[in-house]
């Protein structure tokens, strides 16, 4: 079974918009952790936010927050004011467990296009 | 502080030969990780490994391919009698063991011919 969903296999938003990027993920663990990573046409990956599982807050970093809904297994990226520089690949991606060591499990990734 | 260093950045080999993949952590960080991605896919785990031990490597295929991360030096993947079907990028990923970002390299694009 897919740990990590994302039903988005592209986006398109007009720049200076906000986008919602899905992620679905399954874990029978209490402590997990939820990441979101970029990946530009150069091929590099970005890390852009955090959510641990027991965090009550939703994570915001900058432009980006993660809507993070426990009871449905959701871990949506929300990018405001897209920038054409947005433009990317994105993976969702969770640890589970609380061990640091563990490995990240990635979703398939959504292409975001920002138009001008 | 320089972050974390993967060489070749690029690869070419042909079917039947070896590839080796460097991996250089960040200063002070003891764990690495790698990662494959074949084309239009997400990164999967292959092998997790701090200083001298291989601590999980339930990703790795279980032939041709081999890690190692020595006391002294980058962590190597390492593959032997390559085929086209492992043409991919390769990402490797360290942890301080405090935080719980992994911090990727810039990956090595391998490409089989």
């Known amino acids: 079974a897919q740990k990590i969903t994302q039903t988005q296999p592209g986006m398109f938003v007009q720049e200076k918009e906000a986008v919602t990027l899905d992620c679905t993920y399954d874990?029978?663990?209490?402590?997990?952790?939820l990441f979101w990573y970029k990946q530009p046409s150069s091929g590099e990956m970005i890390f852009l936010i955090y959510?641990?599982?027991?965090?009550?807050q939703n994570a915001t970093e900058g432009r980006y927050s993660l809507n993070f809904q426990k009871a449905r297994k959701s871990a949506n990226l929300v990018i405001s004011a897209s920038q054409l520089g947005d433009s990317a690949m994105y993976f969702c991606?969770?640890?589970?467990?609380?061990?640091?060591?563990?490995?990240?499990?990635f979703g398939a990734g959504t292409i975001l296009r920002v138009k001008s | 502080n320089a972050g974390v260093m993967q060489n070749p950045r690029h690869l070419v080999r042909r079917r039947g030969q070896e590839a080796r993949l460097r991996c250089s952590p960040m200063k002070g960080h003891s764990h690495v990780y790698w990662y494959r991605q074949l084309p239009e896919e997400g990164l999967k785990f292959m092998v997790y490994l701090q200083k001298e031990n291989i601590i999980d490597e339930s990703g790795m295929p279980k032939e041709r391919f081999s890690a190692e991360f020595p006391k002294e030096g980058p962590s190597i993947l390492r593959i032997q009698q390559v085929v086209r079907g492992d043409s991919a990028a390769y990402f490797c990923?360290?942890?301080?063991?405090?935080?719980?970002?992994?911090?990727f390299g810039p990956g090595t694009r391998l490409t089989v011919l």
């Open positions: 959510q641990g599982s027991y965090d009550e």
């Open positions: 874990t029978s663990d209490q402590s997990y952790g």
């Open positions: 990923a360290s942890l301080p063991g405090t935080h719980d970002e992994q911090f």
């Open positions: 991606a969770m640890r589970e467990g609380r061990e640091y060591g563990n490995k990240l499990v």
